[in-house]
Nanobody, 126 residues
Framework: QVQVVESGGGLVQVEGSLRLSCVVS????????MGWFRQAPGKEREFVAG????????DYADSVKGRFTISRDGAKNTVYLQMNSLKPEDTAVYYC???????????????????WGQGTQVTVSS
């Protein structure tokens, strides 16, 4: 059984920083592409960032490029999302997801991810 557990959310002021963590347990972490998605109140869930199995490919939504950084630590079975220069529009529930298929790299498509965490709330106050 694969488990995906996020942590690190919270309340932060505009231009502040947060680092989200996501621990994957149950299988070999290096087999998974990983992604971060978010869902703001009243909106659909959207792609934020993705990283391939060995970390060689990283992808970002335009809205976070240059401010967010995705990374992974194989020794800790953990993927991170470093969020800097936060804006009120970054307020959302952030979800971590794992893709265990044989795709060549991570994608932006929710349906491609077969394991999801419960989410962690990020609130940016002005």
């Amino acid at each position: 059984q694969v488990q995906v557990v996020e942590s690190g959310g919270g309340l932060v002021q505009v231009e502040g920083s947060l680092r989200l963590s996501c621990v994957v347990s149950g299988r070999i972490f290096s087999n998974y592409h990983m992604g971060w998605f978010r869902q703001a109140p009243g909106k659909e869930r959207e792609f934020v960032a993705g990283i391939s199995r060995l970390g060689r490919y990283r992808d970002y939504a335009d809205s976070v490029k240059g401010r967010f950084t995705i990374s992974r630590d194989g020794a800790k079975n953990t993927v991170y999302l470093q969020m800097n220069s936060l804006k009120p529009e970054d307020t959302a529930v952030y979800y971590c997801a794992a893709d265990s298929t044989a795709r060549a790299r991570s994608t932006r498509t929710e349906a491609d991810y077969n394991y999801w965490g419960q989410g962690t709330q990020v609130t940016v106050s002005s």
